[in-house]
């Protein structure tokens, strides 16, 4: 998986727009193009096929020895890039359900998978691929190099298992986020998937138990605390310690963000998922893609007391420029992020997603920061200037409406000149303003 995300960026009485996207996106369809708008992907002859390479959601013409192919056996080589346009927007074979799988499947997963019950895009795919399920998670343990499927399945199926196993399991950390795997198929059906490994079954083994030790160690810490106050617990601790990271070895996996402190929005997602679920608190890892920008973007979906709430750690990341946390997307609606990065596909055309539909408990709204339409939004700031001022904490401002934020990035100068000649003292400020959620920030220095 390679996700981007977004950061904050600094002014000081003034405001610099330096907008920072990084690259990645995890492989937007992959196999899925080979049902394309053109038509079916046409039968394969029944002797030595020729392999098919499918990259970024378009069918290639060249041919990829990344494995032999045995005779009626076809490789399909699935590699991550820049999602495309056309193609990739073609809508995979269904495999989600509303009916669950029987008691004696589902104990025999759980038995196999930690937090099953939890894991929302496994515990919700067709209860016939659940042997699949296990036979891949069991494989991706051991460090197979060859993982065969015992119920053969589509391409298409075989991709999705692969795509939600990785958003799942936060503990496989060890596969390769590169993006690169084989689906190998047999008379047009699936019945292996190759994957590969960023490190030693010696390395993973160890590095699994770095990573159990200080979770269990973050739980204890909070073994008597509810769901909330669990919540603001973990977004705390890694938003204080993980420093955003494109370039580091592992960051987009969990160990990066747990272990080395360094990763971007996947890492800390897939993290953060992590100890919830350790927390008993139910949490998915939810990707999305800018439109009309070949970036995309990881948060999390949490469930705190039966509510789930979408949840975004990446933008309060240590940076270097980074003078204070905005909490510009904590506990919001999904609109408020899926508007900036519509759902990936694979996910919206398979899943029902929980769907948070209200700001009513997120951070600014508890907080009294945030700006509903049609506030004054002089006074709304003076009066949390003055909080601030009081409390000598940083004035955290968020807007209901596109057009107050930007009445206020374009006369907070003004306004804050005029609040210290109201008060008769002089300072400044620092701000640090984050546009796609529509959030403020000001650390006042005021003179003695």
Known sequence: ?????????????????????????????????????CGRKPSQPSSSPAPETVQSGVVQ?????????????????VQSGAAQSGAAQTAPETITETA????????????????YDMRFYLKNLDPSLQEDVIALYS??????????????????????????????????????????????TTNGMANAVSLPYSM????????????????????????????????RYVYEYLTDR??????????GNA?????????KCDGISLAAKWIFEEMEMPALVITGQEQGDPYGHAWNCVSVNGA???????????????????????NVKRSWLGDIYPVSPEIRLNYQLPDPASMSDSFHVRNGSYIYGGDDIRSRFYELLDEAAEQKDPCLIQFEEDSDYQTFMNEYESYAESWFNAKGCGGGFRINALNEFRTAGLKVTIDN
């Not at 996700?3 to 196999?31: Q, S, Y």
């Not at 020895?65 to 076809?74: D, G, I, L, N, R």
């Not at 200080?214 to 204890?220: E, P």
């Not at 993980?242 to 960051?251: E, G, P, R």
């Open 139 to 184: 494989g991706i343990k051991e460090f197979s190099p060859k993982i065969e499927l015992p119920e053969w399945t589509t391409a298409e199926n075989a991709d999705l298992l692969v795509f939600v196993i990785k958003l799942d399991c936060p503990e496989l950390f060890h596969v390769s986020d590169s993006g690169k795997y084989t689906i190998t």
């Open 308 to 330: 789930y709430y979408d949840l975004d750690l990446t933008n309060d990341s240590r940076t270097f420029d980074k003078v204070m946390k905005l909490y510009g997307a904590y």
């Open 200 to 231: 030693t079954k010696e390395q993973y083994d160890e590095r699994l138990e770095e990573c159990n030790e200080l979770i269990r160690g973050l739980v204890m810490d909070v073994s008597d605390r509810d769901e909330e106050s669990k919540e």
């Open 255 to 263: 160990y990066g963000a747990l272990v080395n402190c360094a990763a």
């Open 100 to 115: 669950g799988a029987s008691p004696a499947a589902e104990s025999d997963v759980s038995s196999v998978i930690p937090h």
């Open 1 to 37: 998986m390679y996700f981007g995300g977004r950061r904050t960026f600094i002014m000081e009485w003034g405001l610099n727009t330096v907008k920072k996207l990084f690259p990645g996106l995890l492989a937007a369809f992959c196999a899925v193009a080979v049902v394309s708008a």
């Open 61 to 77: 013409s060249e041919t990829v020895q990344t494995t032999q192919a045995s005779p009626a056996e076809t490789p399909v080589v």
């Open 242 to 251: 993980v420093n955003y990271s494109v370039k580091q070895d592992q960051c």
